[in-house]
């Protein structure tokens, strides 16, 4: 083609001062055609390769030996998922909320939930509910001191805030008779 070789794969043939190519002598041919033979071999054993893992439903084996494919005990398996999808955060406040009588208190317990946390960076409040507004006004000033225990159980700048509200107050209902449906004497008739 360039005038040294015959193609890809072939050996360059010199050209001596008068312009006649040198042949190849038997050494490189034998090189060349093992070299063809070798590439070959390499393609129909990769191919062979493929074939044998498809039958066998892809991929490798597990052997003797603990590889990533391993069957995982629960909790493990729970962990790695929870780091893999970002959720610490998300599942230490929910710890905290399973965990609440032990945090704040068995008396603090029984007259304040907490409802939700909102992982906002800039927020990073959790909502109580107290059952009076007594507790309501206790959990207030107790807020600075259970921000701090809560921030040392789950990591500092957890929770800055912690709001508090008073108790739901119970729907209104008028008389023995009432319109399906009414929210009480707000409603509309009609």
């Known amino acids: 083609m ?7 794969g072939e050996p360059l043939r010199e050209r001596s001062g008068g312009g006649k190519a040198t042949e190849p002598s038997g050494v490189d041919l034998a090189r060349v055609a093992l070299r063809a033979a070798k590439e070959q071999a390499r393609a129909r054993g990769a ?6 893992q498809a039958r066998r439903g892809g ?3 597990s052997g003797a030996r603990a590889d ?8 493990s398996a729970i962990n790695r998922l929870i780091t893999e ?10 710890g905290v909320m399973g965990r609440w009588p032990q945090i704040v208190g068995e008396d603090l317990a029984n007259h304040c939930v907490p409802l939700r946390y909102d992982e906002d960076p800039d927020e990073r409040v959790l909502t109580v509910q107290c ?3 007594a507790w309501a006004t206790q959990l207030r000033l107790l807020a600075p001191q259970l921000v701090a225990r809560l921030n ?6 957890t929770v ?14 008028f008389g023995p008779l009432r319109a399906p449906g009414s929210t009480g004497p707000g409603d509309t008739y009609g």
């Open 160 to 173: 800055r805030f912690i709001k508090v509200l008073g108790p739901g107050v119970p729907q209104r209902r």
């Open 152 to 157: 040392a159980d789950l990591g500092q700048g």
């Open 85 to 94: 999808r970002g959720w610490e955060t998300p599942a230490a406040v929910g």
């Open 47 to 52: 191919a062979a390769q493929q074939k044998k």
């Open 68 to 75: 990533g494919r391993d069957p995982l005990p629960l909790g």
């Open 2 to 8: 360039n005038g040294r070789g015959e193609g890809p």
């Open 59 to 61: 991929g490798l084996r």
């Open 131 to 133: 059952d009076s507004t």
